[in-house]
T-cell receptor
């Protein structure tokens, strides 16, 4: 069965600093990979997705993620965080031909001045 | 509407009662999903509807859970004989045609079973 691991439950970074959120997945074939953000009191919003092609994908709000098959990873990055980036971030994976998304347990991001 | 609408936003119910949660997807979105988010956990898939095809019910945790959708419109998730472990936020999402198009999530229904 597919699974997603987000090893960092909570990360704190200073405003303006760079950010990397880790995501590892377990699945044999090429997965469909997603990053979602959930701001307090709001629904989840899609940041970016990877299906095939260029392994570095650009998303909204200045985020990017890189698919590394050899490491089974799909880490999310941002070169300079803003206070408005404080939220919960979820990585998700789906098999080819399967609409079901499996979500990680999330990483809560706190931004300090 | 402009987004996915869920109602009620909050629901407190007594253990053993039945509850019904509603989801209004974005007009034209053929795919609709229900997920459950327990406190401090990731989202659990419950059920998926695509057009008039048979739904994928593989995520429903027990036979107390059921969901319906008529065509490409409103969906209802029903939980019978609620238990305390059913307390969670229930999220609905819709998509134009599947995950490749991305999901649009509603704000969820927070269910508390007392």
């Amino acid at each position: 069965a597919q699974s997603v691991t987000q090893p960092d439950i909570h990360i704190t970074v200073s405003e303006g600093a760079s950010l990397e959120l880790r995501c590892n997945y377990s699945y044999g074939a090429t997965p469909y990979l997603f990053w979602y953000v959930q701001s307090p009191g709001q629904g989840l919003q899609l940041l970016l997705k990877y299906f095939s092609g260029d392994t570095l994908v650009q998303g909204i709000k200045g985020f990017e993620a890189e698919f590394k098959r050899s490491q089974s990873s799909f880490n999310l990055r941002k070169p300079s965080v803003h206070w408005s980036d404080a939220a919960e971030y979820f990585c998700a994976v789906s098999n080819f031909g399967n609409e079901k998304l499996t979500f990680g347990t999330g990483t809560r991001l706190t931004i300090i001045p | 509407g402009a987004g996915v609408s869920q109602s009620p936003s909050n629901k407190v119910t007594e253990k053993g009662k039945d509850v019904e949660l509603r989801c209004d997807p974005i007009s034209g979105h053929t795919a609709l999903y229900w997920y459950r988010q327990r406190l401090g956990q990731g989202l659990e898939f419950l059920i998926y509807f695509q057009g008039n095809s048979a739904p994928d019910k593989s995520g429903l945790p027990s036979d107390r859970f059921s969901a319906e959708r008529t065509g490409e419109s409103v969906s209802t998730l029903t939980i019978q004989r609620t238990q305390q472990e059913d307390s969670a936020v229930y999220l609905c999402a819709s998509s134009l045609g599947g995950r490749e198009y991305g999901y649009t999530f509603g704000s969820g229904t927070r269910l508390t079973v007392v």
